[in-house]
């Protein structure tokens, strides 16, 4: 275990114990908001460090498997909690917004920053067109209840049920995708390349990963607790509280790594890696969360989205697909992506 590593599990610890100190306490809520998104977003960082170590001992494919599985843990506590207190429309704006920092703002960045180092770089288009077709795929499948609802078909009183089908349909895509990825064709799953990474033990890396996702379960109910009296107290919208917020502090984070391998030319594996996380909001965490949300009490999810939630989904899919699919970037196409994040976030600072 490197340096850098035994610093970010000390950090985690530190903040996951001030979090907590800060909750019984009773604190401010803004300084305890704060401080359990930063804890929350370590945690993110350390859950998918574990994630990528025990998947390089199981192979490749179980790696993607395990990301699909792991990887958005830190997200998942975050909206069950939310959704027991009520916020589905912040959960709603959560996982749109993870979709948004992954395909937009991460993308974007990682392709303006390798850009501006590497000069225009290549990567094999294959991989990159079979997600984004998914995720053009998921996001039709999406836009379905919302038209259902608000053009008052006579689906409009079986939204409930349309929402568990519509769940499940994308669950078995997912399952198609990842066993597609598996055995399907090797090179849509791209592997790091040696030694980028010191190798932990296996009883480490079960340690960090138990570890982790324990707390950040725990950090979750802090956060959440701590986010409606946050949001009021600065004048923060549900909208923008989620989009932005808890989409960042659960997900977005973890995934910089995206933005250090296209720094390293490592293209291919920066560019998948990113749009998978965001395929895999839409196909998995998403649905499992609908189905999840009629048993666990307090609000049900819906797939039926606000008209400007179900636009920034839209653009989050088709800008990214169009700029990937020649297989090359430049640097200005990264800080378009970029600036695009920041105009439909400023959209979304009102509500």
């Not at 409606?228 to 004048?235: C, F, R, S, V």
């Not at 169009?322 to 009102?350: Q, R, T």
Request: hydrophobic content about 60%; charged content about 10%; proline content about 4%.
């Amino acid at each position: 275990m490197q340096k850098k590593e035994k610093i970010i599990i000390v950090l985690c610890v530190v903040a996951t114990v001030a979090s907590g100190v800060l909750h019984y306490a009773g604190a401010n809520a803004v300084l305890s908001f704060v401080i359990t998104a930063g804890a929350l977003a370590l945690l993110a960082m350390l859950v998918g460090d574990a994630t990528e170590q025990l998947g390089s001992k199981m192979g490749p494919g179980a790696t993607g498997i395990l990301q699909s599985a792991l990887g958005n843990l830190p997200e998942l506590f975050v909206c069950i909690f939310a959704l027991r207190a009520g916020l589905d429309e912040v959960v709603k704006a959560a996982l749109i917004g993870s979709i948004l920092g992954n395909s937009v703002f991460v993308l974007g960045l990682a392709l303006f920053l390798g850009g501006l180092k590497n000069g225009t770089q290549r990567f094999k288009s294959e991989p990159p067109k079979m997600i984004t077709a998914l995720m053009l795929l998921a996001t039709a499948a999406l836009i379905v209840p919302t038209l259902a609802k608000e053009l008052h078909t006579p689906a409009e009183p079986h939204i409930a049920s349309l929402d568990i089908f519509l769940a499940i349909i994308l669950l078995v895509l997912l399952g198609a995708s990842i066993y597609f990825s598996v055995k399907g064709d090797p090179s849509v799953t791209p592997a790091l390349t040696e030694g980028e990474h010191a190798k932990w033990s296996m009883a480490m890396t079960i340690v960090v990963l138990a570890g982790a996702s324990g707390g950040a379960a725990l950090v979750s109910d802090w956060f959440v607790e701590a986010l409606q009296p946050a949001m009021k107290t600065l004048g923060i919208s549900e909208a923008f509280a989620g989009l932005v917020v808890v989409a960042v502090a659960g997900n977005a984070i973890e995934n910089l790594i995206g933005v250090q391998l296209a720094w390293r030319n490592q293209t291919d594996y920066a560019v998948s890696i990113i749009l998978n996380s965001g395929l895999q909001i839409s196909l998995g965490l998403f649905p499992v969360l609908v189905l999840l949300s009629f048993v666990l009490g307090g609000a049900v999810l819906s797939f039926v989205l606000a008209p400007m939630l179900l636009a920034a989904l839209i653009l989050a899919v088709l800008v990214p697909a169009v700029i990937v699919y020649d297989g090359e970037s430049i640097w200005l196409e990264g800080l378009a992506l970029v600036g695009l994040y920041g105009v439909i976030a400023a959209a979304f600072w009102w509500g």
